[in-house]
């Protein structure tokens, strides 16, 4: 069975969450840039409407934070 495997690192450490579809992680990974987007960029980049191209813009301009998602087979 494939997982996969999500992981913020931030300045105040790693959050990890293991999901059963790709699909699910990546919501994860937007759902985090739509809630810091402005509080982060405080007026400096406009925040797109569409919400993969804000999510883009948020990990591609953010600093100190990163966002991986890797796959995994559990075993």
């Known amino acids: 069975m494939k997982v996969y495997v999500a992981i913020y690192e931030h300045k105040y450490g790693n959050d990890i969450r293991v999901f059963n579809d790709?699909?699910?992680a990546e919501e994860w990974r937007v759902e985090i840039a739509d809630e810091w987007f402005?509080?982060?960029f405080r007026g400096d980049l406009k925040k797109p409407l569409d919400t993969n191209e804000m999510a883009g813009l948020y990990w591609s301009n953010v600093q100190d934070e990163w966002f991986n998602i890797e796959e995994s087979e559990v075993e």
């Open 22 to 24: 790709m699909k699910k």
């Open 38 to 40: 402005d509080d982060v």
